[in-house]
């Protein structure tokens, strides 16, 4: 069935959901989902249909950036955070397409100490190809948010503050220079988060970060976010979601910690 794409219907528009944040990694054939151990794989065909639902229910994915500007002015109702973490070279082969096919945008979470190499980081495996700087570059330039996940994918809750420093400032230094563009996001690696990892990020002068459930943690600089996988069909999708509204787990409001 096809789905009109081009605006929310007036019926959805009236019911639509509290802005929330959908947080997805790679995009790839079947054959790879099922020899993920993590489950962050999604097929493009899931992709397609998850994308085509939220159009159907008045709702639109755009990238942080928008979304928060939107929050911003008051116009956030009907917008869907999509966020991509760890910068996979499958973004720009199957999700890049069908999120322009959707009209929709998308935060790119990339680790530039990493640019062309494999999810290292994964000890379970398999390896999987990340984007280079050309593949980021292509992103940027068909609308879509590039961001910093640290340099390398490091737990920076266990770092030490060299450490710390460098995979946050240094990321944000490094994507600059690669994209030409301001870098306004960060996402915490294993979505791990505490004081003075925030402190470290809002002194690199991020605008926001995503998490995972930061808790009482919980601001713009550690946003909350909905794991979406290959096993979301339609009913697991608004379990979710209800589960994400009746916690309280919608964009919070909060100023960030100083």
């Known amino acids: 069935m096809s789905v009109d794409t081009s605006r929310p219907t007036a019926a959805c528009s009236r019911s639509a959901a509290p802005a929330w944040i959908a947080m997805y990694h790679s995009v790839a054939p079947y054959a790879e989902c099922a020899d993920d151990p993590y489950q962050i794989t999604v097929t493009p065909d899931r992709l397609d249909a998850q ?5 159907r229910r008045g709702l639109r994915g755009v990238s942080m950036s928008e979304l928060l ?5 008051g116009r956030a109702t009907g917008l869907v955070g999509l ?15 069908l999120l322009r096919q959707h009209d929709c945008t998308a935060t790119l979470f990339v680790l530039p100490g990493r640019l062309g ?10 390896r999987k190809p990340l984007l280079d700087g050309d593949g980021i570059r292509h992103a940027a330039a068909h609308g879509m948010e590039v961001a910093s996940h640290s340099l390398t994918h490091v737990d920076l809750v266990h770092a030490d503050d060299e450490t710390l420093t460098r995979e946050v400032h240094g990321s944000r230094r490094a994507l600059t220079e690669l994209t030409g563009a301001a870098v306004e996001g960060f996402c915490y690696p294993y979505g791990y988060v505490d004081a003075r990892v925030v402190a470290a990020v809002r002194d690199a002068g991020y605008r926001y970060a995503c998490a995972i459930a930061p808790g009482p943690l919980s601001s713009d600089l550690a946003l909350p976010r909905v ?3 290959q096993r979301d069909t339609p009913p697991r999708l608004w379990l979710k979601e209800r589960l994400n ?12 910690p100083q």
């Open 245 to 256: 509204r009746r916690r309280g787990r919608s964009l919070p409001s909060t100023a960030v």
């Open 69 to 73: 500007r939107a929050r911003a002015a």
């Open 227 to 229: 794991h979406i996988g």
């Open 83 to 97: 966020t991509f973490d760890d910068g996979y070279r499958d973004f720009v082969d199957h999700a890049l397409p």
């Open 117 to 126: 190499g494999v999810n290292a980081w994964d000890p379970l495996g398999p």
């Open 51 to 55: 994308l085509a639902r939220l159009r």
